[in-house]
């Protein structure tokens, strides 16, 4: 193929000065073992297949059809596994997307955003993307978060827990204490790993998910995929699960970009 010769004249100011994620590469051989993107390398349950089989062929009239807007079903299904209402469930096209909506929702330019100087990489795309202010802070000399680092006005604070790539776990209590010292910001635990996760021996926490913080702190947003622990990276499956003030302003933004991203 030849070069192709980009002209970018008539691109906004916005599109040239992006600096866009870049995917991890999906080799097209199929005697690798991928790590690259941390995708699972076991397939999902039989019964996934088994569902998506009956949906095509008994419902395949269906797909003729925009889908349920507020994905109802599929948040009803989520609500009761996480034993939480409706209303505090949002999904969307992986959570890459939800994260994006979260950025446009809640971060502003005048207050920063912080977030661990080593993290997921994405975060300061998104930050660039929609004109939030990020602010690094750097982890402690053995890698670990330590909140008190985190004591400045800010309008949110973003955290991947276990965060990625360290794989270090951020205890309950001191995400606990992040959302009470900063009642004005959102706080956002990105949970793509949770499900490779576990407490210290020493932890008095008996969960590790900050999903069983959220009837407690209004002010934390938690976010999971079905791409790593569940084996779906191909479904595009990632949700939000938060106070309902919360979700329904991840609505109100999903609604004005994209209203059946499922
Ligand atoms: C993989 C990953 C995501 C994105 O997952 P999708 O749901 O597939 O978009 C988000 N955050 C972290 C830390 C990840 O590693």
Redesign the pocket.
Known sequence: MSELKIDTRLWSSKARNLSPYVPGEQPQHDNLCKLNT?ENPFPPSPKVGEAIAKVLTQQAQELRLYPAPESNDLRAALAQAYDLDVSQVFVGN????V?ALIFASFFLKERPLLSPDIG?S?YPVYAQTFGVHLVKIPLEDDFSIDPDAYRQPCSGIII?NPN?PTGLLLSLSDIRKLASEHSNAVIVI?E??IDFAQADTDSTDAQVSAVSLINECDNVIV?Q????SRSL?GL?V?MALGSASLIEALTRMKNSFNSYPL
Do not use: P, Q, V, W
């Not at 995929?225 to 790593?228: A, D, Q, V």
């Open positions: 941390n992986g959570s890459d997307e994260l997921y994405f991947a990625a990105d793509a790993y976010t995929t079905f791409s790593k990276a595009r990632g």
